[in-house]
């Protein structure tokens, strides 16, 4: 009875760790995985994470929890996968290191394989993904794959819960004159598509807001962000075949992102 309340005050600690990093000991990687996993509203992989950090020294514990928040970013933000698999997947990876069956992350991560959507498949739903950013959480989370993806392709590492930038929706969640070319079935279908979202300076978001596309493109050239120059530089006009064909580009960057080369 005492070596099972032991084992539970030890799971504990590491729980409200997961549930509230802000106020663990971890170091600020490891909260920061667990604030992720927070924001994803994720909480399948916790019998993994609770038996790794149980098992396995500080190092190899830090890779299984990045591992399962590539794959909560995969298989649940991205893919919307059913859950109930998912959690058959992580129990068992849980039983092997709690048994000694697997001694190690990369023992772990193997047992992941079957939830950890391959490239291909992660990419072909990454470049339909439509978020709506109404909900704030949704808005939260595209800051967040934005400024990834922005950090992938220039280098350049932003804060996603800085307030000194906002979502640009290109076509805007409320298009006015200026915008014929999308049908309002076009619009209601595209607005929400990950390309047609870039980040931008606060300022410069306020003062365009739902202006034309003309009005626009000269700004997003002026970004600091790169991949928003990138977009105003390459698009003359701004069309549903623009949006999708911008949004398979940061599918197959996203790739190179969220990967667990081990199981690539």
């Not at 058959?88 to 190690?104: D, E, H, M, P």
Request: glycine share 4%.
């Amino acid at each position: 009875v005492f070596e099972l309340l032991r084992g539970l005050e030890e799971y504990i600690h590491t729980y409200l760790a997961l549930t509230n990093p802000e106020a663990s000991h971890w170091s600020a990687a490891l909260k920061s995985h667990a604030q992720l996993l927070r924001m994803f509203r994720v909480r399948q992989p916790f019998s993994l994470i609770l038996a790794a950090h149980r098992v396995l020294p500080d190092d190899q514990f830090s890779m299984v929890l990045r591992a399962c928040v590539m794959i909560a970013f995969r298989y649940n933000v991205i893919g919307n996968q059913p859950t109930n698999e998912q959690e058959r997947v992580y129990y068992a990876a849980a039983q092997r290191l709690n048994s000694g069956a697997s001694t190690s992350a990369a023992q772990a991560l193997e047992s992941l394989q079957e939830i950890y959507p391959k490239d291909d498949a992660f990419k072909a739903v990454f470049a339909e993904k439509v978020i709506r950013t109404t909900d704030s959480c949704n808005n939260r989370i595209v800051r967040y794959i934005l400024c990834e993806l922005e950090r992938q392709h220039s280098g350049q590492d932003n804060d996603f819960e800085s307030d000194t930038f906002n979502v640009e929706h290109v076509l805007p969640q409320n298009p006015e004159v200026g915008w014929e070319q999308f049908t309002d079935e076009d619009a209601e279908a595209m607005v929400y598509r990950i390309g047609n979202m870039a980040l931008l300076a606060k300022g410069d978001n306020k003062k365009i807001g739902n202006e034309t596309y003309a009005v626009k493109r000269p700004v997003l050239q002026a970004s600091g962000f790169s991949l928003t120059q990138k977009l105003g530089e390459e698009n003359a006009r701004w069309t549903a075949d623009r949006i999708a064909a911008r949004q398979k580009l940061l599918a197959k960057l996203a790739t190179a992102v969220w990967r667990i080369d081990q199981l690539s």
